[in-house]
């Protein structure tokens, strides 16, 4: 499943993120911005949940050049 996505960290906002291998214990999503694994974060995908999810950031990895790949596991 592709959907956009936001994501919020206690210092920005990373908008237009695309989800990907999404589960019900956590969740894939590409960025063009990276995370540290251990941020804890909150993401709202309108087109799936009602409310925001709050997740903890458990890999990233550079795809290319402004694009990352990003695991996240839900609290």
Partial sequence: MSMPCN??????TLNDCTTIDLGKGGMCIFSDKSLEAGHVIELQCNDI????KTGTVKWCKQIRI????IGIEFS
Wanted: hydrophobic fraction near 20%; glycine fraction near 0%.
């Fill in 66 to 69: 402004n694009l990352y790949r």
């Fill in 7 to 12: 994501v919020s960290t206690d210092s920005d």
């Fill in 49 to 52: 949940w009602d409310s925001p």
